[in-house]
């Protein structure tokens, strides 16, 4: 351990609520390794943690910043994946070896990350 053998993609911090909602949703999730969050055009956030296999380990979670509710057009297409301005995974510590959360996110995010030309 303590060697890094691959780069892994940087990952945007989390913002304080979007670490407040990570930190809730791992603490009920005991299977999960890390949380997908996904942030919208509309400012509405979607979450869930997912397991060592990339599969599911909560219930997708959706909030908006300062509002009791999501916005209208999320309750409509539930945060569609045409509106996703940024998308990542948070691990919990200590974090996954870089092959798996590669893996795993590959499993969550698909390869769409990926510029092939
Ligand atoms: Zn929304």
Redesign the pocket.
């Known amino acids: 351990m303590g060697q890094f053998e691959e780069t892994t993609p940087e990952t945007p911090a989390l913002e304080i609520r979007e670490r407040a909602m990570v930190e809730g949703i791992l603490e009920g999730s005991p299977d999960g390794v890390g949380v997908v969050v996904v942030r ?5 956030r979607k979450m869930a943690a997912v397991d060592e296999n990339g599969d599911p380990a909560s219930k997708i979670i ?1 909030y ?1 910043d300062g509002a009791e509710t ?6 409509d297409d539930q ?1 569609s994946y045409l ?1 996703v301005t940024q998308q990542f995974i948070h691990w919990r510590e200590p974090e996954p070896p870089a092959k798996q959360q590669q893996r795993i996110a590959a499993k969550v995010m698909g390869t769409g990350t990926t510029t092939t030309h």
Not at 40 to 44: F, N, S
Not at 70 to 75: E, P, Q, R, S, V
């Open positions: 919208l055009d509309c400012g509405c959706m908006r999501i916005c209208d057009t999320c309750k945060g509106r």
